[in-house]
């Protein structure tokens, strides 16, 4: 029952930018959005979340619409090894929370 | 400080087996959360664990059962192994008393015959 909606894959070039763009219309007020990314057979790797305000942490930062409909994860420098499934997950900071996994956007980065 | 481990890596089953998978939380958790993923799919939440107790369960069958122990370390328990079990399952670690990012071990790969 994931409540975002993603591409399903996106490629970028080494070195530039990439903009994963996420859509969570129904989000509620108590929800975060997190971004988690799986590299091939690999688990889950957490990126970074947020309410409302932008964040920023040394992996990403994360750009929220006023409306908190959408956001957006940025990868400034993109490299090889970013290469993988990317999760804009919704859910609320609870003690008992669950991730709830969509599909996921593929990103390929291309050198 | 230490991260999420999981054993074995791989496994392979018959249909009807049992099957035990142990998970150690990341040094300072308390929590723990299993979640199974099928090839090509997100993962999907089974169960999570707190205070040795159950705390939350996803759309799986009783035979799917866990424990937690006194050192928060835990086990996934898969009875009357079916073919559709054949999946990677993860493990994941938080701490329950301030909220906090769940992370994952590398996860167990099993696959049933």
């Known amino acids: 029952d994931a409540k975002t909606t993603q591409p399903t894959s996106m490629d970028c070039a080494e070195g530039r930018a990439a903009n994963l763009p996420c859509n969570h219309s129904?989000?509620?007020?108590?929800?975060?959005v997190y971004w988690y990314r799986q590299i091939h057979s690999q688990g889950p790797q957490y990126i970074i979340h947020g309410l409302k305000n932008n964040e920023t942490n040394e992996m990403a930062s994360l750009i929220i619409t006023e409306d908190r409909k959408s956001s957006t994860l940025i990868l400034p420098h993109a490299t090889l090894r970013d290469t993988a499934v990317y999760y804009c997950?919704?859910?609320?900071?609870?003690?008992?929370?669950?991730?709830?996994f969509g599909a996921g956007t593929t990103v390929t980065v291309r050198a | 400080e230490t991260g999420v481990t999981q054993s074995p890596t791989h496994l392979i089953k018959t249909r009807g087996q049992q099957v035990t998978l142990r998970c150690s939380s990341q040094s300072g958790h308390n929590t723990v959360s299993w979640y199974q993923q099928a090839l090509g799919q997100g993962p999907q939440f089974i169960f999570q664990y707190y205070r040795e107790e159950e705390n939350g369960r996803g759309n799986f069958p009783p035979r799917f059962s866990g424990l937690q122990f006194p050192n928060y370390s835990s086990e996934l328990n898969v009875n009357a192994l079916e073919l559709d079990d054949s999946a990677l399952y993860l493990c994941?670690?938080?701490?329950?008393?301030?909220?906090?990012?769940?992370?994952f071990g590398p996860g167990t790969r099993l696959t049933v015959l």
């Open positions: 129904t989000i509620s007020g108590n929800e975060y």
């Open positions: 994941a670690s938080s701490y329950w008393g301030e909220t906090d990012t769940q992370y």
């Open positions: 997950i919704v859910s609320p900071l609870s003690n008992d929370y669950k991730l709830s």
